[in-house]
């Protein structure tokens, strides 16, 4: 089944370009079906790469799926062209009475400041505030995932040593849990982050659940046990070249990064580096988009608030 975007938003023809069944909205009125609405908050200063490499894991799916693109009012993006923001985004005023199946918040380039500091804080809490009542399931990505995390739970962030930058292998913890459905007992997938959540800090919340972890990454994976949000420290999400695209950009402005760990062949930073989760990546946001927001979320939008403080 497809996944519906604007008729000329830039991510439609990479996405078709790669055989991902994209529906534009005049095609998409001739469904007689409920589509999911799933809103993506992109905190990412390079927001179009963000949407492609996010639509083409949603739209991989047997479930018609409808996208809202959601900015931050108050950060003015350096990245990313007025005009794109201007036609394909909101702001959350403008989709405050509005409700959705899911959501999914980014990272952003903000790990070394407090959350506080980081100027959108207040409206990124209003959001996440918003979701718990007008959202069935919000999965939280990267440094949101520290941010929901810290909001809901005050779980801190700790100051890493060095970045944590790679490729990582993962133990699945919980295999009966939904959002593993069809993994393998490891997994690999990338991390980029100068902070980490410690699992004894997770540990003590009962609410909370660590469903995967790295010997070398840490923490990777939590949920809240009412599946109404789901933690990720890393980017499955990410492209084969993303890394290298970071190492590249850190190299330029002279911050002597460290060669991304499992990335490069033989740490050859010339050479075309390995992709080895993207099929886990396809398989995960499936299983988040079937099990935990199609399977649960009801048939009306405006029943999410009871259903969801019904369990």
């Known amino acids: 089944m497809p996944i519906k975007i604007p008729t000329d938003l830039p991510a439609r023809l990479a996405l078709e370009n790669e055989n991902i069944f994209v529906m534009t909205a005049d095609r ?21 790469a963000t949407e492609t490499q996010l639509l083409r894991l949603l739209g991989n799916t047997p479930i018609q799926v409808n996208i809202t693109l959601l ?9 990313t062209p007025a005009k794109h923001l201007e036609r394909f ?10 409700s959705f199946d899911g959501m999914i918040v980014t990272g952003a380039p903000v790990e070394h400041l407090p959350f506080e500091e980081v100027d959108y804080w207040d409206e990124l809490k209003t959001i ?16 949101a995932a520290q941010a929901g995390l810290y ?7 700790y100051l890493l040593k060095e970045k944590v930058s790679g490729i990582f292998s993962h133990q699945v913890l919980h295999p009966e ?20 959540i410690r699992s004894e800090d997770v540990l003590r919340v009962p609410e909370l659940r660590i469903l995967a972890a790295s010997r070398e990454a840490g923490l990777a994976m939590v949920e809240n046990r009412d599946l109404s949000q789901v933690f990720m420290t890393g980017h499955l999400e990410y492209d084969r070249d993303t890394l290298d695209m970071e190492y590249h950009r850190d190299l330029a402005k002279g911050l002597n990064p460290l060669i991304p760990k499992h990335y490069y062949p033989d740490d050859d930073i010339d050479a075309v580096p390995t992709m080895c989760w993207r099929a886990h990546a396809h398989l995960f946001f499936s299983n988040w988009l079937n099990f935990y927001v199609y399977q649960e979320t009801p048939f009306s939008l405006n029943a999410i608030p009871q259903s969801r403080f019904s369990k």
């Not at 909101?90 to 509005?98: H, Q, R, Y």
């Not at 996440?128 to 440094?143: A, G, K, N, P």
């Not at 849990?177 to 980490?196: M, N, Q, V, W, Y």
Request: include cysteine; charge should be positive; charged fraction near 25%.
């Open 28 to 48: 998409a009125m001739a469904q007689d079906i409920r589509p999911l609405e799933i809103a993506i908050v992109n905190l990412m200063p390079t927001k179009i």
């Open 71 to 79: 900015r931050t009012a108050a950060h003015e993006s350096k990245n």
């Open 89 to 98: 985004y909101k702001t959350f005023d403008e989709i405050a009475e509005s």
């Open 128 to 143: 996440m505030e918003y979701s718990r009542r007008h959202v069935y399931s919000t999965l939280y990505l990267c440094w």
């Open 151 to 157: 909001h809901f739970f005050h779980i801190p962030k």
């Open 177 to 196: 849990c939904r959002l593993f459905r069809g993994f393998d007992d490891i997994f690999a997938a990338p991390h980029s982050r100068k902070t980490e």
